[in-house]
């Protein structure tokens, strides 16, 4: 840190004095909301009593983590966390991709409107809603798919029952809710694409499968990496909000996740300190996998979010 | 471009600015402006008067659970400000995490005068020392409350001798459900409605057989009957966290040594295919569907519901009825029902507040005798009528009363059973099913041993978790899915959860009682 | 070899537009589902009779919904926060992306991590409610767009975004004299639509969707957002029993039919529905057309 480069610094800064004017709101937002509520953290560490105050509740140490860590159930919840993330992640960041390529090709404008728009409305429905939709399309008395399935000579599935079948009940009903939603960012960037690419290819010959393979993926490739590495931040939510609606004590054993197991054991009490200390667990495994996950795409793939 | 931006920023700007400078403390509706008038109706005046309580009325804050209206814009808000001269703002706790809000709201000393609590809420202030002891103002401007709300219900509210909030119960000993089943299938296929166990079990079963249909449906969120389980010697009710006298001391239902052959039963049923079995995923609106489209024979009932019920079922099935199933009896031919008396809501009023005498004033001058029943049931001859000592509503002028219980911070424990009874009977099916289903249940109640107890410590912490935990297991028994074998050590985790801490101290309550 | 692949083509855009029309489908029943069920008589609905069509049609449930003055205070109050807050972030979040577009920019990697550190950690509940009372936005409407007005996620898509923008663009603008700041408004912001247009749907959506901020710093009925209304409605149906030792009667007669139910849901979410078809028009292919030439 030579004298020099201080100078240096200094004629950076003030060559781009408005760049970092224009920062200093959204820098000061962070500061603000962010930031000066961060000291939270510590709740983690203490045993905390809303009305003690945070200084005058004891210290504890890593106690609350023992706990969770040492639980009998933890074992099996951290499991299914990172099983149904998995799944979620191998099966349905995909989807969105493949749909919005597959919908760039349609070129009836008021068909592709008209798609788009009836596509994307599952995501607003609430979980709950979405729950009772399903558990009527699968219900073994009455619902549409077991009538389809013995129609055609097999045995109906209890599909909320079966600790085989449910997770990729939990999968497919995520799937059907978010992917029209999901789909939305990745047409954005390919309307980007300079269209100029395609005719270039076009008079070359190239085929439909050719231009898609060469021009559209490529087009996706900076969104589909941040994308993908932001989605690793957060692989310990496996859908708590969906899977507390939908799942029941028979398939526990498969669809019981960190979230879910956390919120049964605190009924009825506010253990502040227990679900902080929970979620600083998610948040430095997300956080670590971000990291790790920005530096290979820089190294391997020379671009990332920093 | 540039411009267009920064007029549009300009503008947000103003408004949020202009949004702001409304301030915190609530936007208030009002429509009238009412200047504090003289205390109207309430002829009964504190004992003793001193100047704390004359000049102007202040603006009372009053935090409520959640509902579904507008509470200060509704007719009972107004009503009430003309009878008492008191203006209240009323905040409402969210449906959901209300605890959490409470908890966010009371550390940070927000300035509420009444809150209406739930026991569990109450506890948590009372031991936080967020609540102000009544015992005083009580005696001094709480005459009415003495007078109306009787001691063992007081004592719900009192923790070491100190009362720390206005109890209101006193809606009085009512069955709440019961098991219907469909009286014309019966009748075709000649059976006669079972009245105990085992004739239950033999309708289920020719139910099936004959018929095809799910005999029996219901909601996996119930998984303790308490039709059923009451055959057990178990009295629980729909909230599954009874209290049971046995053997002179008091027991969780989770103990009762006949649980086990309850689950053994329920399992039977279920494997014979008696029970729905999407029974663990069912919720009750699924198990009303069911019910009313014919796909079920029997089911439980809320009283509440029956109308509901009675009107998709005909519309269905125009010739189809149901019956409701007399408690059924037990081994020795005896049939019981469980209930709890318990106190519904606690009012508090939080230490910080400034206008502690005026709120208990309040309190206590809505519960004068004519003016509470006219917040209740409104006026005779213009909302209701009295004949044959009983209270029937005059519609429409009724219905502008269905919220006023949201207001009361307190009830004459003598006459308001009779008051809501006239709100049943807006609906002469409602009426006449839960007039049934009372005579039914005539002289065959349990009483939670618990219901007036106060807050006991160990029992807030654990219970709603462990009926959870109770629920989900008792669910997998019935299904199948975890073998009763394993039943000893469920029990055995539920004790060392919390079971065994809530029993000693139940106990140790239970105890001074005799 | 052409005729070949016109064959596999043609295929493949027949197989194409089934497929969509396939996604349609398994996609809008719910929603006439819940239109249906909303113009229903509440026997047949809470007897599964009702399906894709109404039946005993009636119009009431949505007289009943639009006149409750409490349904058309939350409505205001959502759109309100809806359209301020959308705009606001919108200004905000490209103000800071531009900046962190730029791999020069000294620091740039600092900053970014300070955004992306927010979107894993936070403080927490209680010390965030602390700090809206003590900037005394609590039971204010504001509560309801301020703290939300960045989200790393937008930032990062719309920097994203920025950094595609070929250089050239930005440097024939800064040739002709222009500070950052114009060329930020005049040059990238128009060739931006497509992000634009879609980062101002995602704040829009979530200002919309949020009931959990009102939930918490809300207080006033008078107050509520629209989707905190809702889902008290709904939730009240099913947890009579479920919350108390002891059952509040005059609570359990108070239960919101489903049909009722029905209609708030599709009356809340319609509006929101509208803005994807408005923003579509900007999506569109070839923004980048001659504006460069060598």
């Given at each position: 840190?030579?004298p020099s480069?201080f100078?240096?610094?200094?004629?950076?800064?003030v060559?781009e004095?408005?760049?970092y004017?224009?920062?200093?709101?959204?820098?000061?937002?962070?500061?603000?909301f962010?930031?000066?509520?961060?000291?939270?953290?510590?709740?983690?560490?203490?045993?905390?009593?809303i009305y003690d105050g945070l200084a005058?509740?004891?210290?504890v140490?890593?106690?609350?983590f023992?706990k969770?860590?040492?639980?009998?159930?933890?074992?099996r919840?951290?499991?299914?966390?990172l099983?149904i993330?998995i799944?979620k992640?191998f099966f349905?960041?995909?989807?969105?991709?493949?749909?919005?390529v597959?919908m760039?090709?349609?070129?009836?404008m008021?068909?592709?409107r008209?798609i788009?728009t009836?596509?994307?409305?599952?995501?607003?429905?609430s979980?709950?809603?979405v729950?009772?939709?399903?558990l009527q399309?699968?219900?073994?008395?009455?619902?549409l798919?077991?009538k389809?399935?013995?129609g055609l000579g097999?045995?109906s599935i209890a599909?909320?029952?079966?600790?085989e079948?449910?997770?990729?009940?939990?999968?497919?009903?995520?799937g059907?809710?978010?992917v029209?939603w999901?789909m939305?960012?990745?047409?954005?960037?390919i309307?980007?694409i300079?269209?100029?690419?395609y005719?270039a290819?076009?008079?070359?010959?190239?085929?439909?499968?050719?231009?898609?393979?060469?021009?559209t993926?490529?087009?996706?490739?900076?969104?589909i990496i941040?994308?993908f590495?932001l989605?690793?931040?957060n692989?310990l939510e496996?859908?708590t909000?969906?899977i507390l609606?939908?799942?029941?004590s028979?398939?526990y054993e498969?669809?019981?996740?960190?979230?879910t197991?956390v919120?049964r054991?605190g009924?009825?009490?506010?253990?502040?300190?227990?679900?902080t200390a929970?979620?600083?667990f998610?948040?430095?495994?997300?956080?670590?996998?971000i990291i790790?996950?920005n530096?290979?795409?820089?190294?391997?793939?020379?671009?990332?979010?920093w | 471009?540039?411009k267009t931006?920064?007029?549009l920023m300009?503008?947000?700007?103003?408004?949020v600015?202009?949004c702001?400078?409304?301030?915190?403390?609530g936007?208030?509706?009002n429509?009238e402006?009412?200047?504090?008038t003289?205390t109207?109706?309430a002829?009964?005046?504190?004992?003793?008067?001193?100047?704390?309580?004359s000049?102007t009325?202040p603006q009372?804050r009053?935090?409520?659970?959640?509902d579904?209206?507008d509470p200060?814009?509704?007719?009972t808000?107004?009503?009430l400000e003309e009878k008492?001269g008191?203006?209240?703002t009323?905040d409402?706790?969210?449906?959901?995490?209300?605890?959490?809000?409470?908890?966010?709201?009371?550390?940070?000393r927000?300035?509420?005068d009444i809150?209406?609590?739930?026991?569990?809420?109450f506890f948590?202030l009372?031991?936080a020392?967020a609540l102000?002891p009544l015992?005083?103002?009580i005696?001094?401007?709480g005459s009415?409350?003495?007078a109306?709300?009787e001691?063992?219900t007081?004592s719900?509210?009192t923790?070491d001798?100190?009362i720390?909030?206005?109890?209101q119960g006193g809606t009085?000993?009512?069955?709440?459900?019961?098991?219907?089943?469909?009286?014309d299938?019966?009748?075709?296929?000649q059976l006669?409605?079972?009245t105990?166990r085992d004739?239950?079990y033999?309708?289920?079963?020719a139910?099936?057989?004959?018929?095809?249909?799910?005999p029996?449906?219901?909601?996996?969120?119930v998984s303790?009957?308490?039709?059923?389980a009451?055959t057990?010697?178990?009295a629980?009710t729909?909230?599954?966290?009874?209290w049971?006298?046995?053997?002179?001391g008091?027991?969780h239902?989770?103990e009762?040594p006949?649980?086990?052959?309850?689950?053994s039963?329920?399992?039977?049923l279920?494997?014979e295919?008696?029970?729905d079995?999407e029974w663990p995923?069912?919720?009750s609106s699924v198990?009303i569907?069911r019910?009313?489209?014919?796909?079920s024979?029997?089911?439980s009932?809320?009283?509440?519901?029956?109308?509901?019920v009675?009107?998709?079922l005909?519309?269905n099935?125009?010739d189809?009825?149901?019956?409701t199933l007399p408690?059924?009896?037990?081994?020795q031919?005896?049939?019981?029902?469980?209930?709890n008396?318990g106190?519904t809501y606690?009012?508090?009023?939080?230490?910080w507040?400034?206008n502690k005498?005026?709120?208990?004033n309040?309190?206590?001058?809505?519960?004068?005798k004519d003016?509470?029943k006219?917040i209740v049931i409104?006026?005779?001859?213009?909302?209701?009528k009295?004949e044959?000592g009983?209270y029937?509503?005059i519609?429409?002028?009724f219905?502008?009363?269905n919220?006023?219980s949201?207001?009361l911070?307190?009830?004459?424990?003598s006459?308001?059973?009779?008051y809501w009874?006239a709100r049943v009977?807006?609906?002469?099916?409602?009426?006449?099913?839960?007039e049934?289903?009372?005579?039914?249940?005539d002289g065959?109640f349990?009483?939670d041993?618990?219901?007036?107890?106060?807050p006991?410590a160990s029992i807030?912490?654990?219970?709603?978790k462990?009926?959870?935990?109770?629920?989900?297991?008792y669910l997998?028994?019935?299904a199948?899915?975890?073998?009763?074998d394993?039943?000893?050590?469920y029990?055995a985790?539920?004790?060392a959860?919390g079971?065994?801490?809530?029993n000693?101290?139940?106990?140790?309550?239970?105890?001074?009682?005799? | 070899m052409?005729q070949?692949?016109?064959?596999?083509d043609?295929?493949f855009?027949a197989?194409?537009?089934?497929?969509f029309?396939?996604?349609?489908v398994?996609?809008?029943?719910?929603f006439?589902n819940?239109?249906?069920?909303s113009?229903?008589?509440?026997?047949?609905v809470?007897?599964g009779q009702v399906?894709?069509?109404?039946v005993?049609?009636?119009?009431?449930?949505?007289a009943?919904?639009?006149?409750?003055?409490?349904?058309?205070?939350?409505?205001?109050?959502?759109v309100i926060?809806?359209?301020?807050?959308?705009?606001?972030?919108l200004?905000m979040?490209?103000?800071?992306?531009y900046p962190?577009?730029k791999p020069?920019?000294?620091?740039?990697k600092?900053?970014?991590?300070?955004?992306v550190?927010?979107?894993?950690?936070?403080?927490?509940?209680?010390?965030t409610?602390l700090l809206?009372r003590e900037?005394?936005?609590v039971?204010?409407?504001p509560?309801?767009?301020?703290?939300?007005m960045?989200s790393?996620?937008?930032?990062l898509?719309?920097?994203?975004?920025?950094?595609?923008?070929?250089e050239?663009l930005?440097?024939s603008?800064?040739?002709?004299?222009a500070?950052?700041?114009?060329?930020?408004?005049?040059?990238?912001l128009?060739?931006?639509?497509?992000?634009l247009?879609?980062?101002?749907?995602?704040?829009?959506?979530?200002?919309?969707?949020?009931?959990?901020?009102?939930?918490i710093?809300?207080?006033?009925?008078?107050?509520?957002?629209l989707?905190l209304?809702?889902?008290?409605?709904?939730?009240?149906?099913n947890?009579?029993?479920?919350?108390?030792?002891?059952?509040?009667?005059?609570?359990?007669?108070?239960?919101?039919?489903?049909?009722?139910?029905?209609?708030?849901?599709?009356?809340?979410?319609?509006?929101i529905?509208l803005?994807y078809?408005f923003?579509?028009?900007?999506?569109?292919?070839?923004?980048?057309?001659?504006?460069v030439k060598?």
């Amino acid at each position: 840190m030579t004298p020099s480069y201080f100078k240096r610094l200094r004629l950076d800064v003030v060559r781009e004095w408005d760049l970092y004017l224009m920062l200093i709101p959204g820098i000061l937002f962070l500061l603000l909301f962010k930031y000066t509520p961060m000291y939270g953290i510590v709740i983690a560490f203490k045993d905390f009593n809303i009305y003690d105050g945070l200084a005058a509740s004891p210290w504890v140490g890593m106690e609350h983590f023992e706990k969770l860590f040492l639980s009998e159930d933890f074992a099996r919840v951290f499991k299914n966390t990172l099983i149904i993330s998995i799944y979620k992640i191998f099966f349905l960041f995909p989807l969105p991709i493949l749909l919005a390529v597959l919908m760039n090709e349609i070129k009836n404008m008021v068909f592709k409107r008209g798609i788009q728009t009836i596509v994307y409305l599952p995501h607003f429905l609430s979980w709950v809603i979405v729950s009772g939709l399903f558990l009527q399309l699968l219900s073994t008395n009455g619902g549409l798919i077991n009538k389809m399935i013995v129609g055609l000579g097999g045995e109906s599935i209890a599909f909320f029952m079966n600790t085989e079948v449910f997770r990729s009940v939990l999968i497919s009903s995520a799937g059907w809710k978010e992917v029209g939603w999901g789909m939305i960012i990745y047409l954005a960037s390919i309307a980007t694409i300079d269209p100029q690419l395609y005719e270039a290819a076009k008079i070359d010959g190239a085929s439909r499968f050719r231009q898609i393979w060469h021009i559209t993926l490529p087009g996706l490739v900076p969104i589909i990496i941040l994308m993908f590495i932001l989605r690793l931040g957060n692989i310990l939510e496996a859908g708590t909000e969906q899977i507390l609606v939908m799942y029941n004590s028979i398939v526990y054993e498969v669809a019981d996740v960190i979230g879910t197991y956390v919120y049964r054991i605190g009924l009825g009490q506010q253990d502040y300190s227990f679900s902080t200390a929970v979620g600083l667990f998610d948040s430095v495994i997300g956080f670590i996998l971000i990291i790790t996950g920005n530096y290979l795409s820089r190294k391997f793939l020379k671009r990332g979010i920093w | 471009m540039k411009k267009t931006i920064t007029l549009l920023m300009l503008i947000a700007v103003m408004i949020v600015s202009a949004c702001s400078s409304s301030g915190d403390g609530g936007k208030n509706t009002n429509k009238e402006t009412a200047s504090p008038t003289s205390t109207g109706n309430a002829t009964n005046a504190p004992q003793g008067e001193d100047d704390v309580l004359s000049g102007t009325k202040p603006q009372l804050r009053q935090l409520q659970p959640f509902d579904r209206f507008d509470p200060n814009t509704y007719f009972t808000a107004g009503f009430l400000e003309e009878k008492t001269g008191y203006k209240t703002t009323y905040d409402m706790l969210p449906e959901e995490l209300p605890n959490e809000k409470l908890n966010l709201l009371m550390s940070n000393r927000e300035k509420y005068d009444i809150m209406r609590l739930t026991k569990e809420q109450f506890f948590t202030l009372a031991e936080a020392g967020a609540l102000e002891p009544l015992n005083d103002l009580i005696d001094k401007y709480g005459s009415n409350l003495k007078a109306g709300i009787e001691d063992t219900t007081w004592s719900a509210a009192t923790i070491d001798e100190k009362i720390y909030a206005i109890p209101q119960g006193g809606t009085g000993i009512y069955a709440s459900s019961s098991l219907v089943i469909r009286k014309d299938w019966l009748e075709e296929l000649q059976l006669e409605v079972p009245t105990n166990r085992d004739e239950l079990y033999t309708v289920l079963k020719a139910i099936k057989d004959k018929k095809g249909v799910i005999p029996f449906t219901g909601t996996g969120q119930v998984s303790v009957i308490p039709e059923i389980a009451s055959t057990f010697g178990i009295a629980n009710t729909l909230t599954n966290s009874a209290w049971l006298e046995v053997d002179g001391g008091v027991i969780h239902q989770a103990e009762h040594p006949r649980m086990k052959e309850y689950l053994s039963f329920m399992n039977k049923l279920y494997k014979e295919g008696l029970l729905d079995s999407e029974w663990p995923i069912n919720t009750s609106s699924v198990a009303i569907e069911r019910f009313t489209s014919g796909q079920s024979a029997m089911m439980s009932l809320a009283w509440w519901s029956a109308p509901s019920v009675v009107n998709a079922l005909k519309k269905n099935f125009p010739d189809a009825d149901f019956v409701t199933l007399p408690f059924l009896k037990d081994e020795q031919g005896v049939s019981t029902i469980g209930v709890n008396t318990g106190i519904t809501y606690f009012m508090a009023i939080p230490k910080w507040s400034e206008n502690k005498e005026h709120a208990m004033n309040y309190m206590n001058l809505k519960l004068e005798k004519d003016l509470f029943k006219e917040i209740v049931i409104g006026q005779e001859g213009v909302h209701h009528k009295f004949e044959d000592g009983k209270y029937f509503p005059i519609l429409p002028a009724f219905d502008d009363l269905n919220n006023a219980s949201f207001y009361l911070t307190g009830v004459d424990e003598s006459v308001y059973s009779t008051y809501w009874q006239a709100r049943v009977r807006k609906d002469p099916i409602l009426f006449n099913y839960f007039e049934e289903l009372q005579q039914l249940a005539d002289g065959l109640f349990v009483i939670d041993r618990l219901s007036n107890a106060p807050p006991i410590a160990s029992i807030s912490e654990h219970s709603q978790k462990l009926t959870k935990f109770s629920n989900d297991t008792y669910l997998q028994f019935i299904a199948g899915t975890a073998s009763l074998d394993t039943f000893d050590s469920y029990l055995a985790k539920w004790k060392a959860d919390g079971g065994d801490a809530m029993n000693k101290d139940a106990n140790a309550w239970f105890s001074t009682q005799k | 070899m052409r005729q070949r692949t016109s064959i596999l083509d043609k295929v493949f855009v027949a197989s194409n537009y089934t497929f969509f029309i396939f996604m349609g489908v398994i996609t809008i029943f719910p929603f006439l589902n819940l239109i249906a069920k909303s113009l229903s008589s509440e026997a047949a609905v809470i007897s599964g009779q009702v399906n894709l069509l109404p039946v005993d049609l009636q119009f009431g449930t949505y007289a009943y919904v639009i006149s409750d003055k409490l349904f058309q205070s939350a409505f205001i109050n959502s759109v309100i926060v809806t359209v301020v807050g959308t705009l606001l972030s919108l200004i905000m979040t490209s103000l800071s992306a531009y900046p962190l577009s730029k791999p020069k920019l000294r620091g740039r990697k600092i900053f970014i991590l300070m955004f992306v550190f927010t979107m894993l950690f936070s403080g927490g509940l209680i010390p965030t409610y602390l700090l809206i009372r003590e900037l005394g936005l609590v039971n204010t409407l504001p509560v309801l767009f301020l703290p939300g007005m960045i989200s790393v996620f937008n930032m990062l898509v719309i920097k994203s975004y920025f950094e595609n923008i070929p250089e050239a663009l930005e440097e024939s603008a800064k040739i002709d004299g222009a500070s950052n700041i114009r060329t930020l408004f005049q040059v990238v912001l128009p060739l931006s639509m497509p992000v634009l247009a879609t980062i101002s749907l995602f704040y829009a959506v979530a200002f919309w969707n949020d009931f959990f901020t009102a939930m918490i710093y809300i207080n006033s009925p008078d107050l509520k957002p629209l989707q905190l209304y809702l889902k008290e409605l709904l939730a009240s149906a099913n947890n009579i029993f479920l919350k108390l030792d002891t059952i509040d009667i005059n609570m359990a007669m108070n239960v919101s039919p489903q049909a009722i139910q029905s209609a708030s849901i599709i009356v809340a979410t319609i509006p929101i529905l509208l803005v994807y078809p408005f923003l579509q028009k900007y999506f569109v292919k070839g923004v980048m057309l001659g504006s460069v030439k060598g």
